[in-house]
Protein backbone atom coordinates (compact mmCIF):
# COMPACT_ATOMS: atom_id res chain seq x y z
CA UNK A 1 0.00 0.00 0.00
CA UNK A 2 3.20 2.43 -0.30
CA UNK A 3 1.28 4.18 -3.49
CA UNK A 4 -1.76 5.34 -0.31
CA UNK A 5 1.18 6.26 1.89
CA UNK A 6 2.95 8.57 -1.10
CA UNK A 7 -0.61 10.09 -2.01
CA UNK A 8 -1.70 10.78 1.27
CA UNK A 9 2.16 12.72 1.60
CA UNK A 10 1.83 14.45 -1.48
CA UNK A 11 -1.70 15.63 -0.43
CA UNK A 12 -1.89 16.61 2.97
CA UNK A 13 -0.93 19.72 3.14
CA UNK A 14 -3.24 21.33 -0.07
CA UNK A 15 -5.91 23.44 1.04
CA UNK A 16 -9.84 22.32 -0.60
CA UNK A 17 -9.34 25.33 -3.66
CA UNK A 18 -6.13 22.84 -4.19
CA UNK A 19 -7.48 19.29 -3.98
CA UNK A 20 -8.16 16.70 -7.23
CA UNK A 21 -11.83 16.77 -7.97
CA UNK A 22 -14.15 13.55 -8.65
CA UNK A 23 -17.50 14.05 -10.13
CA UNK A 24 -19.40 10.05 -8.89
CA UNK A 25 -22.60 9.85 -10.63
CA UNK A 26 -25.00 7.29 -9.99
CA UNK A 27 -27.95 6.79 -12.47
CA UNK A 28 -31.37 5.70 -11.28
CA UNK A 29 -35.09 7.55 -11.71
CA UNK A 30 -36.71 9.49 -8.50
CA UNK A 31 -39.62 8.45 -6.61
CA UNK A 32 -39.97 6.17 -3.94
CA UNK A 33 -41.32 3.25 -6.58
CA UNK A 34 -38.27 2.92 -8.29
CA UNK A 35 -36.57 3.21 -5.49
CA UNK A 36 -35.14 -0.19 -4.81
CA UNK A 37 -35.39 -1.69 -8.32
CA UNK A 38 -32.59 -3.00 -10.33
CA UNK A 39 -32.14 0.25 -12.50
CA UNK A 40 -31.72 2.15 -9.28
CA UNK A 41 -28.28 0.44 -8.63
CA UNK A 42 -26.48 3.44 -9.18
CA UNK A 43 -28.35 5.58 -6.52
CA UNK A 44 -27.95 2.80 -4.20
CA UNK A 45 -24.30 2.72 -4.73
CA UNK A 46 -24.06 6.22 -3.44
CA UNK A 47 -26.74 5.91 -0.77
CA UNK A 48 -24.22 3.06 0.37
CA UNK A 49 -20.99 5.08 0.76
CA UNK A 50 -22.90 8.00 1.87
CA UNK A 51 -24.67 5.81 5.20
CA UNK A 52 -21.00 4.20 5.63
CA UNK A 53 -19.18 7.68 6.12
CA UNK A 54 -22.20 9.63 7.45
CA UNK A 55 -22.76 11.95 4.20
CA UNK A 56 -25.64 14.01 3.77
CA UNK A 57 -27.33 14.25 0.32
CA UNK A 58 -28.96 18.00 -0.33
CA UNK A 59 -30.99 18.53 -3.25
CA UNK A 60 -29.65 21.38 -5.61
CA UNK A 61 -29.85 22.79 -9.02
CA UNK A 62 -30.89 18.91 -11.36
CA UNK A 63 -29.73 16.55 -8.58
CA UNK A 64 -29.23 15.64 -4.93
CA UNK A 65 -25.09 16.50 -3.79
CA UNK A 66 -23.16 14.87 -1.07
CA UNK A 67 -19.50 15.67 -1.15
CA UNK A 68 -16.55 13.07 0.62
CA UNK A 69 -12.95 14.53 1.04
CA UNK A 70 -10.30 11.36 1.10
CA UNK A 71 -6.32 11.83 0.86
CA UNK A 72 -6.61 15.49 -1.00
CA UNK A 73 -9.21 14.33 -2.88
CA UNK A 74 -12.61 15.89 -3.23
CA UNK A 75 -15.71 13.34 -4.31
CA UNK A 76 -18.77 14.90 -5.45
CA UNK A 77 -21.64 12.67 -5.65
CA UNK A 78 -24.27 13.18 -7.50
CA UNK A 79 -28.08 11.40 -7.84
CA UNK A 80 -29.84 13.31 -11.08
CA UNK A 81 -33.34 14.06 -10.20
CA UNK A 82 -33.91 14.76 -13.99
CA UNK A 83 -34.81 10.86 -14.78
CA UNK A 84 -32.96 8.65 -16.82
CA UNK A 85 -33.20 10.00 -19.83
CA UNK A 86 -31.92 13.26 -19.11
CA UNK A 87 -29.38 11.94 -17.04
CA UNK A 88 -27.01 14.14 -19.42
CA UNK A 89 -27.98 17.58 -18.68
CA UNK A 90 -27.09 16.82 -14.97
CA UNK A 91 -23.90 15.95 -15.60
CA UNK A 92 -23.20 18.28 -17.77
CA UNK A 93 -23.88 21.15 -15.33
CA UNK A 94 -22.22 19.56 -12.67
CA UNK A 95 -18.96 19.26 -14.42
CA UNK A 96 -18.62 22.62 -15.37
CA UNK A 97 -19.78 24.09 -12.46
CA UNK A 98 -17.18 22.35 -10.19
CA UNK A 99 -14.49 22.51 -13.16
CA UNK A 100 -14.02 18.99 -13.05
CA UNK A 101 -12.73 16.61 -16.64
CA UNK A 102 -14.17 14.02 -18.29
CA UNK A 103 -11.49 11.63 -17.04
CA UNK A 104 -12.69 12.58 -13.51
CA UNK A 105 -16.09 11.83 -13.71
CA UNK A 106 -17.58 8.22 -12.88
CA UNK A 107 -20.49 7.06 -13.69
CA UNK A 108 -22.42 4.19 -11.95
CA UNK A 109 -25.25 2.54 -13.89
CA UNK A 110 -26.99 -1.22 -14.47
CA UNK A 111 -25.97 -3.44 -16.71
CA UNK A 112 -28.33 -6.64 -18.19
CA UNK A 113 -25.10 -8.12 -19.54
CA UNK A 114 -23.35 -9.54 -16.44
CA UNK A 115 -24.49 -11.01 -14.06
CA UNK A 116 -26.09 -10.20 -10.92
CA UNK A 117 -23.33 -7.90 -8.46
CA UNK A 118 -20.65 -8.32 -11.60
CA UNK A 119 -18.22 -5.22 -11.98
CA UNK A 120 -16.91 -3.75 -14.81
CA UNK A 121 -15.17 -0.76 -15.18
CA UNK A 122 -14.39 0.64 -18.92
CA UNK A 123 -12.24 4.19 -19.68
CA UNK A 124 -14.94 4.48 -22.88
CA UNK A 125 -17.77 2.28 -24.64
CA UNK A 126 -20.87 2.50 -26.18
CA UNK A 127 -23.67 3.48 -24.29
CA UNK A 128 -25.51 -0.47 -24.75
CA UNK A 129 -28.92 0.64 -25.28
CA UNK A 130 -29.17 2.38 -21.86
CA UNK A 131 -30.81 5.34 -21.73
CA UNK A 132 -28.90 7.09 -19.01
CA UNK A 133 -25.47 6.70 -21.10
CA UNK A 134 -27.30 7.57 -24.31
CA UNK A 135 -28.19 11.15 -22.70
CA UNK A 136 -24.88 11.36 -21.26
CA UNK A 137 -23.13 10.46 -24.99
CA UNK A 138 -25.38 13.03 -26.48
CA UNK A 139 -24.68 15.66 -23.95
CA UNK A 140 -21.20 15.53 -23.25
CA UNK A 141 -20.65 14.66 -27.46
CA UNK A 142 -18.28 11.89 -26.53
CA UNK A 143 -18.36 8.16 -25.62
CA UNK A 144 -14.85 8.39 -23.84
CA UNK A 145 -16.01 9.14 -20.47
CA UNK A 146 -14.96 6.45 -17.25
CA UNK A 147 -18.60 4.19 -16.70
CA UNK A 148 -18.91 1.73 -13.54
CA UNK A 149 -21.05 -0.96 -14.60
CA UNK A 150 -22.99 -3.06 -11.75
CA UNK A 151 -24.91 -6.65 -13.26
CA UNK A 152 -28.36 -7.28 -12.90
CA UNK A 153 -28.10 -10.23 -14.68
CA UNK A 154 -30.65 -10.99 -17.22
CA UNK A 155 -32.84 -13.46 -16.16
CA UNK A 156 -36.59 -12.14 -17.59
CA UNK A 157 -38.75 -14.18 -20.43
CA UNK A 158 -38.78 -12.58 -23.91
CA UNK A 159 -41.05 -8.93 -23.75
CA UNK A 160 -40.35 -8.82 -19.95
CA UNK A 161 -37.49 -6.89 -19.91
CA UNK A 162 -38.55 -2.95 -18.74
CA UNK A 163 -40.91 -5.09 -15.57
CA UNK A 164 -37.39 -6.63 -14.83
CA UNK A 165 -35.18 -3.22 -15.00
CA UNK A 166 -37.91 -1.52 -13.19
CA UNK A 167 -38.61 -4.69 -11.14
CA UNK A 168 -37.61 -5.04 -7.40
CA UNK A 169 -34.37 -7.05 -6.16
CA UNK A 170 -35.51 -10.60 -5.65
CA UNK A 171 -34.67 -11.86 -2.10
CA UNK A 172 -31.73 -13.90 -3.12
CA UNK A 173 -30.53 -10.85 -4.06
CA UNK A 174 -31.69 -8.88 -1.36
CA UNK A 175 -29.38 -11.28 0.79
CA UNK A 176 -26.22 -10.50 -1.38
CA UNK A 177 -26.60 -7.19 -2.08
CA UNK A 178 -24.73 -5.11 0.73
CA UNK A 179 -21.77 -7.21 -0.01
CA UNK A 180 -21.49 -6.40 -3.90
CA UNK A 181 -22.23 -2.21 -2.33
CA UNK A 182 -19.43 -2.44 -0.10
CA UNK A 183 -16.93 -4.15 -2.91
CA UNK A 184 -18.28 -1.05 -5.25
CA UNK A 185 -17.40 1.46 -2.12
CA UNK A 186 -13.94 0.50 -2.69
CA UNK A 187 -13.99 0.64 -5.82
CA UNK A 188 -15.03 4.23 -6.10
CA UNK A 189 -12.55 5.28 -3.75
CA UNK A 190 -9.46 3.01 -5.92
CA UNK A 191 -10.83 5.35 -8.83
CA UNK A 192 -10.32 8.38 -6.94
CA UNK A 193 -6.62 7.72 -5.25
CA UNK A 194 -5.13 4.60 -7.51
CA UNK A 195 -6.33 6.26 -10.70
CA UNK A 196 -8.50 4.03 -13.23
CA UNK A 197 -6.47 1.67 -14.67
CA UNK A 198 -5.21 0.25 -11.49
CA UNK A 199 -8.68 0.51 -10.87
CA UNK A 200 -10.15 -1.71 -13.59
CA UNK A 201 -7.37 -4.33 -12.93
CA UNK A 202 -8.27 -4.51 -9.44
CA UNK A 203 -11.92 -4.78 -9.81
CA UNK A 204 -13.16 -6.22 -13.28
CA UNK A 205 -14.88 -9.48 -12.85
CA UNK A 206 -15.14 -9.26 -9.01
Request: glycine share 8%; net charge positive; charged share 25%.
Amino acid sequence: MNWIKNIFNSQKNKTPSQMKKFLIVGLGNIGSEYANTRHNIGFKVLDNFADKENLTFQTVKLGDIAEHSIKGRKLIFLKPNTYMNLSGKAVKYWMEKENIEKENIFIITDDLNLSFGTIRIKSKGSDGGHNGLKSIQQTLNTTEYPRFRFGISDQFKKGQQVDYVLGEWNEEEKTKLPERLDVAKKAIESFALAGLSNTMNEFNGK
